[in-house]
């Protein structure tokens, strides 16, 4: 099956913000920052990046973290990548991990009983 444009601009977003964040994003030590998800408008100008942290504990901290450097982040896809237009990021929480884990755990005292 042939993947869009758009699909295949999401990986791309995927793989380059994956290694901007591991390489040159600056958070403290024990704090993890994945990509759970990218969604790119069909026009290409916006982009909506989905982002577990773990620990939960630290997500407001990371969240601050990488919507400060946003900026410098947008920037290095700038040099890195060469498309018209470039989207522009939107960071958002994912907290699917989360929802899912309250639901096995729901799941798991219906069983019991």
Do not use: C, W
């Not at 600056?26 to 408008?41: D, R």
Request: proline share 4%.
């Amino acid at each position: 099956m042939a993947h869009s444009r758009v699909d295949q601009i999401n990986e791309l977003l995927r793989a380059e913000l994956g290694d901007i964040f591991r390489k040159e994003v600056s958070l403290k030590q024990g704090v993890f920052v994945t990509i759970s998800k990218v969604e790119t408008t069909r026009d290409l100008r916006h982009t909506k990046v989905s982002i577990s942290v773990f620990p939960e504990s630290d997500e407001d901290y990371a969240m601050k973290t990488l919507s400060k450097e946003l900026p410098a982040i947008q920037k290095m896809l700038y040099t890195k990548l060469y498309m018209k237009p470039m989207p522009r990021i939107h960071l958002l929480s994912d907290h699917t991990e989360q929802k899912a884990d309250v639901i096995e755990k729901l799941l798991r005292s219906i069983v019991s009983e």
